[in-house]
């Protein structure tokens, strides 16, 4: 038998949004991994992070390893790596430490839609070659959001595009002027460029942001209210697909 690494997807933050097979997995896992930000000098900056929070609802804190992922780490791209590297390093350690057990990693969201468990698995590939990688799914932002919001993400034949931000505004803009509904990721920093990028595009209407959703801080409303100040990073949009053709109208 060799040793497993798990990535387990928690969702955006609500701990009533975990799988029941999410759940089972974090508490079968020998170890449970956490990301952290970095602190300025590169070490563990001390606030839980989302995962952790939502983790800590379903396990132990003794069985819960936080490692430091860079995950705050933009700008400095040979910084960001070195933090990868030490990160898939430790993981390593347990791994090897568990030759025939588990290391659960529980990322928000789901493990295969921009989650830094993708880069942890390539490097874990390396390192401890025959390692059995595996992934439990989990509810999106944009799945959360269309819930608390009521916006619905498609319907007949419409096409979802789903863009982070981190790409550039003028991506999101492209993806705005086709068809189909679209969601933004990670725009907080831009608020201000997407604000734009709706009105010029004529999607305003309609569309609907959101942050921190399912925490006491949770904040929905319109994107015709965002506003030129900086947003959480993690914040999410739906821009809603026009529809005029009346019920099933796009079937």
Same mark, same amino acid.
């Given at each position: 038998m060799s040793s497993r690494l798990v990535g387990v997807g928690v969702g955006p933050g609500d701990p009533e949004l975990v799988t029941v097979k999410?759940?089972?997995?974090?508490?079968?896992?020998?170890?449970?991994?956490?990301?952290?930000? #970095?602190?300025?000098?590169?070490?563990?900056?001390?606030?839980?992070?989302?995962?952790?929070?939502?983790?800590?609802?379903?396990?132990?804190a003794e069985k819960v390893v936080r490692i430091v992922f860079a995950l705050n780490e933009r700008s400095d791209r040979g910084r960001r790596e070195a933090a990868w590297d030490a990160a898939g390093g430790r993981v390593a350690e347990l791994l090897r430490a568990r030759p025939h057990g588990s290391v659960a990693f529980a990322t928000i969201g789901d493990p295969n839609v921009y989650s830094t468990f993708t880069y942890l698995a390539q490097t874990i590939g390396e390192l401890v070659p025959g390692t059995v990688v595996e992934t439990v799914p989990g509810i999106t932002a944009m799945q959360d959001l269309a819930a608390r919001s009521g916006a619905v993400l498609t319907e007949g034949t419409e096409p979802l595009t789903l863009v982070p931000v981190t790409a550039g505004a003028s991506v999101l803009k492209d993806a705005l002027n086709g068809p189909g509904t679209v969601?933004?990721?990670?725009?907080?920093?831009? =608020?201000?460029?997407?604000?734009?990028?709706?009105?010029?595009?004529? &999607?305003?209407?309609? #569309?609907?942001?959101?942050? =921190? !959703?399912? !925490?006491?801080?949770?904040?929905?409303?319109?994107?015709?209210?965002?506003?030129?100040?900086?947003?959480?990073?993690?914040?999410?949009?739906?821009?809603?697909?026009? &529809?005029?053709? +009346?019920? +099933?109208?796009?079937?």
């Open positions: 999410g759940v089972r997995c974090l508490r079968e896992a020998d170890v449970v991994v956490v990301p952290v930000m #970095a602190a300025a000098d590169g070490t563990d900056g001390g606030e839980p992070g989302r995962a952790e929070a939502t983790v800590l609802h379903y396990v132990g969601v933004a990721y990670k725009f907080g920093r831009l =608020a201000g460029e997407v604000a734009t990028a709706l009105r010029e595009t004529g &999607r305003t209407e309609g #569309a609907v942001w959101g942050s =921190a !959703l399912g !925490l006491p801080e949770e904040s929905i409303r319109p994107a015709s209210e965002l506003e030129r100040e900086t947003l959480p990073y993690l914040s999410t949009l739906i821009a809603p697909a026009r &529809r005029d053709g +009346g019920r +099933g109208g796009k079937l």
